[in-house]
């Protein structure tokens, strides 16, 4: 049984939520006895709100339980030790959030328009005012955007506002199922003059988004990475790490271990818009960049493109299909990023004898696929788990990121 929210040692009462085949999941209704590692939720909706599940705990001992939870799925699935244990890379543990869907839904009952993240245990928008993890000044915006878009006429057809903080700007994506009428445009663009901000409508799917407000801005949204003189450029709904101190440490963490030579040629697997190639590519003769997304590819050729990057280049695979005869595969790699989404990596590392590494470096966002991915790898070819630590990208969260080092 799996309480949310309880702590190991702790008598609770709960309320099951769910059955699963090997386990079920609950709702902490009350600690009768509270463990000394408890501690007082900042949030005034911690414990509704589905967007944390940690603020009860310091984030040390957050750290603590996410670092055991990676070395027990590393034993007990992959049968892996590393060699040594990383120190956490550790950042802001308030105000990280860059990117953000916000659920609205203008409820009668209430008398008002509820903006935020989705309950814990039901499908319900959260009753907040305010949220401690966006990045600044969009934590603040709830009770606003709140009372914008009751005033809307599409109020009830408006589901969902995308927030993306930018090094230069902050932009909000508004997904409209109603044409906005001529005020509502005119309540929007007044909004995003007040606050400073870039407003986009979103009538269809991620192509059909349009900006609203201002008319012409001087340049696209970006980040820097300033350690390795690259900007990465992004569109206001596309993908982008949450935390962007945590993500600038993460990048020189990677290129460190991975430890490119000036004549290496590196494979950047899952490399989305370029977060990792481009930097690589500041160290390492030539990065080929491999991505599923067609969007994707076009975003990180762009942001080669804008960096001076001649070194780098991007292409399009579905790399969840490869079957071991795509040429690029075996153009004779020294060093391979890995950095797959929460199914990991296996058909990679099942045709990882193609490609032939001798280092690979593996960014995980999800410990249990890491595992499997690291066993294939120690177990079955040949390779040597250096080390291995936590990210803490998601503080106050249960999502585990997390990065591992192999040698041949």
């Known amino acids: 049984m799996f309480v949310a929210g309880a702590l190991e040692g702790e008598e609770v009462r709960f309320q099951r939520r769910k059955s699963r085949r090997n386990f079920d999941e609950a709702e902490l209704l009350e600690v009768l006895e509270a463990s000394p590692e408890r501690i007082d939720a900042r ?3 911690f414990g509704r709100c589905g967007g944390c599940a940690l603020q009860h705990v310091s984030a040390e001992q957050q750290r603590q339980i996410k670092a055991q939870t990676l070395q027990d799925n590393l034993l007990r699935i992959g049968q892996v030790t590393p060699d040594r244990w990383l120190d956490p890379i550790v950042g802001p543990i308030w105000n990280y959030r860059r990117r953000a869907r916000l659920g609205v839904k203008d409820v009668y009952a209430k008398d008002r328009v509820l903006v935020g993240f989705r309950e814990r245990h039901a499908p319900y928008i959260t009753d907040m005012h305010r949220c401690e993890i966006l990045a600044e000044p969009v934590d603040s915006m709830i009770d606003p955007l709140s009372d914008l878009i009751g005033e809307l006429s599409i109020k009830a057809r408006l589901p969902q506002i995308e927030i993306a903080v930018a090094d230069n700007a902050i932009a909000l994506v508004f997904r409209v199922l109603d044409t906005p009428s001529a005020a509502d445009e005119a309540l929007l663009r007044g909004f995003g003059e007040e606050h400073g901000l870039r407003i986009y409508l979103q009538p269809g799917g991620p192509d059909s988004v349009v900006l609203l ?17 690259v900007r990465i450029a992004f569109d206001a709904v596309g993908f982008v790490q949450v935390n962007s101190d945590i993500n600038r440490s993460m990048v020189s963490h990677a290129v460190e271990l991975l430890d490119p030579g000036s004549d290496d040629r590196v494979l950047d697997l899952y490399c989305g818009i370029g977060n990792f190639s481009l930097p690589l590519g500041r160290r390492a003769d030539t990065v080929l960049g491999v991505e599923g997304e067609a969007m994707l590819v076009k975003a990180a050729s762009d942001n080669a493109t804008l960096n001076g990057a001649d070194n780098v280049s991007f292409r399009q695979a579905d790399l969840s299909a490869i079957d071991g005869s795509e040429r690029w595969l075996r153009d004779g790699w020294d060093c391979v990023l890995l950095d797959p989404a929460r199914s990991g990596a296996q058909e990679i590392v099942n045709h990882i004898d193609t490609i032939g590494p001798r280092r690979i470096v593996y960014v995980s966002c999800h410990p249990g696929t890491l595992a499997r991915d690291a066993g294939t790898l120690v177990n079955e070819k040949g390779y040597q788990c250096e080390a291995a630590g936590i990210i803490d990208m998601f503080p106050h969260t249960a999502h585990i990121e997390s990065i591992a080092v192999f040698n041949k």
């Open 43 to 45: 949030c005034e909706a």
């Open 213 to 229: 407000y201002p008319e012409s801005p001087p340049d696209s949204l970006y980040y820097d990475l300033p350690e390795f003189d």
